[in-house]
Nanobody, 117 residues
């Protein structure tokens, strides 16, 4: 069993910054991809960014504004979000999955990010 606990969401004005954290515990797949997804009301869940090893991948909509990092010693992932826009408003969900197709996948409960104009 894997537990993912997100923190750092909140309300911020457009142009502001937030830093999300995702702390993982339990039997985390040793070879894994960690990432953030987001879901806005009435919209499908979308990828924000993923990280595996030293490689990161970002959605085009957040490139240059968001930075994803991880501290493997703490099993924690961070998403630094700068220059936030109202369109970034969503529930942000932490995800950990095995690198192998069909492997285990886990989700956090989500943290709300609201950007006011």
């Amino acid at each position: 069993q894997v537990q993912l606990v997100e923190s750092g969401g909140g309300l911020v004005q457009a142009g502001g910054s937030l830093r999300l954290s995702c702390a993982a515990s339990g039997r985390i797949p040793s070879l894994n991809v960690m990432g953030w997804y987001r879901q806005a009301p009435g919209k499908q869940r979308e990828l924000v960014a993923t990280i595996t090893g030293g490689s990161t991948n970002y959605a085009d909509s957040v490139k240059g504004r968001f930075t994803l990092s991880r501290d493997d010693a703490k099993n924690t992932m961070y998403l630094q979000m700068n220059s936030l826009k109202p369109d970034d408003t969503a529930v942000y969900l932490c995800n950990v999955r095995s690198i192998f197709v069909g492997g285990a996948q886990y989700w956090g409960q989500g943290t709300q990010v609201t950007v006011s104009s």
